[in-house]
């Protein structure tokens, strides 16, 4: 079994920081992707950015240069600094890791969702 647990989000101002982390744990053998993603209310769940592969890094084009994701392997955690924001990144962002299993079982693994809130 496998868990990611999110930290972060809540209410900031237009213009303002963020940041969000993400703790993957449980029976891993290897992660082979981690990202963050985003749903706002009547909208469907989107890609924010993600780390692939251990380096292969992509953002929405929404978030570019806004927008860091970085990774600490050792911690199978993965963050996700938002600077800049706007009213439009009001949603709540989901962590999402691809995980392989002491069984070697490849699955998809999905946290809880944190509200972010942005004011203008």
């Known amino acids: 079994q496998v868990q990611l647990v999110e930290s972060g989000g809540g209410l900031v101002q237009a213009g303002g920081s963020l940041g969000l982390s993400c703790a993957a744990s449980?029976?891993?053998?290897?992660?082979?992707?981690m990202g963050w993603y985003r749903q706002a209310p009547g909208k469907q769940r989107e890609l924010v950015a993600a780390i692939s592969s251990g380096s292969n890094i992509e953002y929405a084009d929404s978030v570019k240069g806004r927008f860091t994701i970085s990774s600490d392997n050792a911690k199978k955690t993965v963050y996700l600094q938002g600077n800049s924001l706007k009213p439009e990144d009001t949603a709540v962002y989901y962590c999402k890791a691809v995980v392989v299993t002491f069984q070697l079982r490849q699955s998809d693994y999905w946290g809880q969702g944190t509200q972010v809130t942005v004011s203008s």
């Open positions: 449980g029976s891993i053998a290897s992660i082979k992707f």
